[in-house]
T-cell receptor
């Protein structure tokens, strides 16, 4: 595997379910990110980790809970979601936590909340 | 706050040239990125500009004017595979990328 991978690619869940999204990067990067992409809207930064430490929690509701057990893996735990949380969730990584580094994105998880 | 504007949609013919404009008003600036995103796929890096001027990479070029808060992405010799969404993003010098909503380019035969 190369680059940034995400599983599952598609997820349908009810509002009372608990599920987790997984991201793995094989690039040796130190920074990892979660973004939300809704139709016709800009990507919204949700969480940022640098060397497994969270450095950004961008006013995200507590029903989204990130976890970064090591610099290669990033999870997004979901519980009691709302229909408006349906979106594409993208994971990205970059060599370091500095803005002039290119971010490498995974293919995303398409989430539908019913 | 950050404000990044780009057109929603553009259509062009195969072999033609298309220019996607991006204007930004941000609290800080340390460079502007362009990403390409095909439907259902990951955004992929196209270019990064931090100094004024034109950067050329094959059929794609990107221009930046910091004083005007303006950039464009120029796609030449359009091919069907160039049909995609093009995302303009500004970095504030920290680690945050602020994105525009994206421009969907449709290439017609």
């Amino acid at each position: 595997e190369t680059g940034v991978t995400q599983t599952p690619r598609h997820l349908v869940m009810g509002m009372t379910n608990k599920k987790s999204l997984k991201c793995e990067q094989h690039l040796g990067h130190n920074a990892m990110y979660w973004y939300k992409q809704s139709a016709k809207k800009p990507l919204e930064l949700m969480f940022v980790y640098s060397l497994e430490e969270r450095v950004e929690n961008n006013s995200v509701p507590s029903r989204f809970s990130p976890e970064c057990p090591n610099s290669s893996h990033l999870f997004l735990h979901l519980h009691t979601l709302q229909p408006e949380d349906s979106a594409l969730y993208l994971c990205a990584s970059s060599p370091r936590l500095e803005g002039n580094y290119e971010q490498y994105f995974g293919p995303g998880t398409r989430l539908t909340v019913t | 706050g950050q404000n990044i504007d780009q057109p929603t949609e553009m259509t062009a013919t195969e072999g033609a040239i298309v220019q996607i404009n991006c204007t930004y008003q941000t609290s800080g600036f340390n460079g502007l990125f362009w990403y390409q995103q095909h439907a259902g796929e990951a955004p992929t890096f196209l270019s990064y500009n931090v100094l004024d001027g034109l950067e050329e990479k094959g059929r794609f070029s990107s221009f930046l004017s910091r004083s005007k808060g303006y950039s464009y992405l120029l796609l030449k010799e359009l091919q069907m595979k160039d049909s995609a969404s093009y995302l303009c993003a500004v970095t504030d010098g920290d680690y945050k990328l602020s994105f525009g909503a994206g421009t969907t380019v449709t290439v017609r035969a």
